[in-house]
């Protein structure tokens, strides 16, 4: 079974630029999930999608970052313009999991992530 | 905001000793995941206990759950070269999880 995929696997940046992020999910997985992981740190939620809606997106800076997931397979992130703070790892994940108001289980499968480096 | 915080942020043990790790969240959560990374890569999924388990058993692993204290631990036992890297605890809530800032394991030859 191929694992999530994503590319690139590093871009570096001069601040005020743009960038653009592509994953591919484990085909099948209803729920896709960006996440921010900064050097040190755990992984941050930026969104979560079932299909092609989005689920969650609170924590996502909407004055620049940008997500789609057309088709309710795979997803790009886009930041544009990019800041000194946006350098992080940029991690997708997929989830048999549907959200619902009741209880959900799943693990999450997560990509190698995407390393950005902003000058 | 995390959800869940690891102790300690950094272990260092001989081969073949345990390792153990704790994980504290705030809010009540529906299960608890640990996972593994490995430097420069993605996370790996090691084990889930649900709000209604108190113990659960993989391999090497053993994961305990305390609702009442809203705290797990993960013990590694034997521990190998191998098992070096950072284990974060993530809590699952009304289907998102949050992950914590892990713990930095190193195993010494």
């Known amino acids: 079974e191929a694992g999530v995929a994503q590319s690139p696997r590093y871009k570096i940046i001069e601040k005020r630029q743009s960038v653009a992020f592509w994953c591919n999910p484990i085909s099948g997985h209803a729920t896709l999930y960006w996440y921010q992981q900064i050097l040190g740190q755990g992984p941050k939620l930026l969104i979560q999608f079932q299909n092609n809606g989005v689920v969650d997106d609170s924590q996502l800076p909407k004055d620049r970052f940008s997500a789609e997931r057309l088709k309710g397979v795979d997803s790009t992130l886009k930041i544009q313009p990019a800041k000194l703070e946006d350098s992080a790892v940029y991690l997708c994940?997929?989830?048999?999991?549907?959200?619902?108001?009741?209880?959900?289980?799943?693990?999450?499968?997560f990509g190698e992530g995407s390393r950005l480096t902003v000058l | 905001s995390q959800q869940g915080e690891e102790d300690p942020q950094a272990l260092s043990i001989q081969e073949g000793e345990n390792a153990t790790m704790n994980c504290s969240y705030k809010t009540s959560i529906n299960n608890l995941q640990w996972y593994r990374q490995n430097s420069g890569r993605g996370l790996v999924h090691l084990i889930l206990?649900?709000?209604?388990?108190r113990e659960k058993h993989s391999g090497r692993l053993r994961v305990t759950l305390d609702t009442s204290k809203k705290s797990s631990s993960l013990l590694i036992t034997a521990s190998r070269a191998a098992d070096t890297a950072s284990y974060f605890c993530a809590t699952d809530e009304a289907g998102k999880s949050t992950f914590g800032d892990g713990t930095t394991l190193t195993v010494k030859p």
């Open positions: 206990i649900r709000s209604n388990e």
């Open positions: 994940a997929s989830s048999f999991r549907e959200f619902s108001a009741g209880v959900v289980v799943g693990e999450l499968f």
